[in-house]
């Protein structure tokens, strides 16, 4: 019975669209003692479109690609896709100042550490 | 508290690198041309009418970076991507690639250099170049007898 009712979901006009394609974009990770630092290659998406999101320790990051072929195709090397990846984050970053830009097709997100895990001098008293 | 940046990524990591990497291999297999590295950026060509599209992720690189030189029939894309590292950060994952590089092939029709555009915008290289004359498609007008 199972059987049959997946056979002739094919097909079936109610079935939810396909998904577009997505692919993970190719990443820089660094750290300093002030923040974490996310540089990511996102050619070809708009920076209205692009959306970073914090919830839950992750950070995820998607972005649409617009792309229409301006004709027929003679040689193609990639298919544009959307852009999605998603981290998660270690504790004390500071979710509220989490900064993103997008220059070039590169995402660059900046996220602060909290006051808590930032290293600290303590100066030493003499008596 | 964060020891590593492995740490960072948890569950999901082996996962994610090794979805990753098929998913690497099978662009790689499917269109010959390395994503990154030494081949240089991939490219994509269309067939506008009246002029052939060039299309080529080119992240992170301006105008200044890139240079298209046109010989004949045969395009040349040269151009290097800089290190964006910031100073005084330490690395915990390199996925971008910093390169040089330089692509030529031969175009499939000649073209006008003279009314040839390029742009770069959010990171994607578009070329425009027209085709000559001799090589744009007509209409030939069918005459009754």
């Known amino acids: 019975m199972a059987d ?3 056979e002739r979901r094919e097909g079936d006009p109610r079935a939810p669209a396909p998904r577009r394609r997505a692919v ?3 990443v820089d990770v660094f750290e300093n003692k002030d923040e974490y630092l996310i540089l990511a290659d996102v050619p070809g998406a708009a920076r209205d479109r692009v959306n970073v999101h914090f919830e839950h320790g992750r950070l995820t990051l998607e972005a649409p690609r617009e792309f229409t072929a301006p004709g027929p195709v003679l040689a193609s090397e990639y298919a544009p896709a959307d852009y999605h990846r998603s981290f998660a984050l270690p504790q004390g970053v500071d979710a509220a100042r989490i900064e993103a830009e997008l220059v070039a097709g590169v995402l660059r ?3 602060p550490k909290s006051d808590a895990v930032r290293p600290r001098r303590i100066a030493i008293k003499g008596g | 508290m964060l020891r590593r940046w492995d ?4 569950t999901y990591a082996l996962l994610n690198s090794f979805r990753r990497q098929v998913d690497r291999f099978v662009q790689d297999f499917e269109t010959g041309v390395p994503a990154h590295g030494e081949g240089g950026p991939r490219l994509n060509l269309f067939d506008a009418g009246a002029a052939l ?3 080529a992720d080119v992240p992170g690189m301006g105008e200044k970076d890139l240079n298209i030189d046109v010989t004949q029939d045969v395009f040349t894309l040269s151009g290097e991507r800089k290190a964006d590292a910031p100073e005084g950060y ?4 390199r996925e971008r690639g910093r390169y040089r590089f330089s692509r030529s092939f031969s175009l499939p029709v000649r073209v006008d250099l003279e009314r040839t555009t390029a742009t770069v915008k959010d990171g994607v290289l ?3 170049l027209p085709k000559a004359a001799e090589a744009r498609p007509r209409q030939i007008a069918v005459r009754g007898a």
């Open chain 1, 4 to 6: 049959t009712n997946l």
């Open chain 1, 24 to 26: 993970a974009p190719a």
């Open chain 1, 109 to 111: 997100i900046r996220l």
């Open chain 2, 7 to 10: 740490d960072f990524d948890d």
């Open chain 2, 53 to 55: 599209v060039l299309t």
């Open chain 2, 90 to 93: 330490a690395p915990h994952r």
């Open chain 2, 126 to 128: 578009t070329v425009t």
